[in-house]
């Protein structure tokens, strides 16, 4: 394929993504991919990805949507993965081995600083990427950057804030987003980029920019029922190193959540989820480089 894949080193994990490489957020990924397959089609519907094309997931974590976009570019089109973690970079190539899916490849690279040729890609999409990043914009430059003219720019992100909703509403389900916000905004991400996407899309000179947001009520059995306590699980270290909150509240938050959300009476909708796309000129403008 046309894209140079020599890399930046990728910083660690651990730098780059609040949540880090536990396992059950490993485990949290991979079920992930799985719950937003029909958002992530849908999204890759607008653009109209086609057999031959090249495409790139930037932030891929173990699975992404590889496989969505490899069924899109086949026959004869190209994926690549892309991932900071070396961990999620390894479980990647292993689910392309396992799936057998052709014409994909993994990299190890700094999505915010890829170092992959300019304007090599029909499609760069990134799936609850910016969420963990403080300075998004970096990221949409590049892949803004990596388009090429007449290409397609896309994503999907939640808005954390817009939609947490638990009925009938829970004190320790109250204190486990808190705990949530205060840990992963030390990171400097932003729990509201979801709304923010297509404003973003346009500040790096994308066109024909669409939004669109989706609500999920998550039925009793679905993962994403439990994505604040697994989400908090994960932060459980940092919470303990800010001095939020010590690990017996946490274990004793972390029971009482995931009965109440156990409770088949018990409605959830933990958030909004956008999707964004936008395309980048053809002809040169201030987003190519
Ligand atoms: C929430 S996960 C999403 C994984 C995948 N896109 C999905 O939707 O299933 C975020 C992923 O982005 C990766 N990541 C975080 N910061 C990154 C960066 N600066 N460059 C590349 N990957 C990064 C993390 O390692 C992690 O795999």
């Known amino acids: 394929m046309g894209a140079d894949l020599t890399t930046?080193?990728?910083?660690?994990?651990?730098?780059?993504?609040?949540?880090?490489?536990?396992?059950?957020?490993?485990?949290?990924?991979?079920?992930?991919?799985?719950?937003?397959?029909?958002?992530?089609?849908?999204?890759?519907?607008?653009?109209?990805?086609?057999?031959?094309?090249?495409a790139i997931d930037l932030g891929c974590g173990p699975r992404g949507v590889l496989d969505l976009l490899s069924e899109r570019v086949a026959p004869g089109g190209q994926v690549t993965g892309l991932d900071a973690d070396r961990h999620h970079v390894a479980l990647a190539r292993q689910f392309i081995a396992q799936r057998g899916l052709r014409g994909v490849q993994i990299v190890a690279a700094d999505a915010r600083r890829t170092g992959l040729a300019a304007a090599s890609f029909d499609l760069v999409h990134a799936r609850t990427l910016l969420i963990n990043l403080p300075d998004p914009a970096e990221v949409v430059t590049e892949m803004v950057r990596l388009a090429r003219p007449g290409g397609w720019v896309a994503g999907l992100e939640p808005d954390l804030a817009s939609g947490a909703l638990c009925y009938p509403a829970h004190p320790a389900y109250t204190r486990i987003w808190e705990l949530f916000y205060a840990a992963a905004g030390r990171h400097g991400a932003d729990q509201l980029i979801g709304r923010r996407l297509a404003e973003l899309y346009r500040q790096a000179g994308l066109r024909d920019v669409g939004l669109e947001a989706r609500a999920r009520v998550c039925p009793p059995g679905d993962s994403r029922r439990m994505i604040a306590p697994d989400l908090v699980r994960g932060l459980h270290p940092t919470i303990v190193r800010l001095g939020l909150a010590d690990q017996a509240e946490l274990d004793a938050l972390d029971r009482a959540v995931r009965r109440h959300l156990a409770d088949p009476d018990t409605v959830v909708m933990p958030h909004l989820t956008f999707l964004a796309w936008g395309r980048k000129p053809a002809s040169p403008q201030r987003s190519s480089q």
Not at 19 to 26: F, I, Q, S
Not at 37 to 54: E, I
């Open 8 to 54: 930046t080193a990728p910083p660690s994990a651990t730098d780059v993504y609040a949540l880090g490489r536990d396992p059950g957020e490993t485990a949290r990924l991979q079920r992930q991919s799985e719950e937003l397959g029909p958002d992530s089609a849908a999204l890759l519907d607008r653009v109209g990805l086609r057999a031959g094309q090249h």
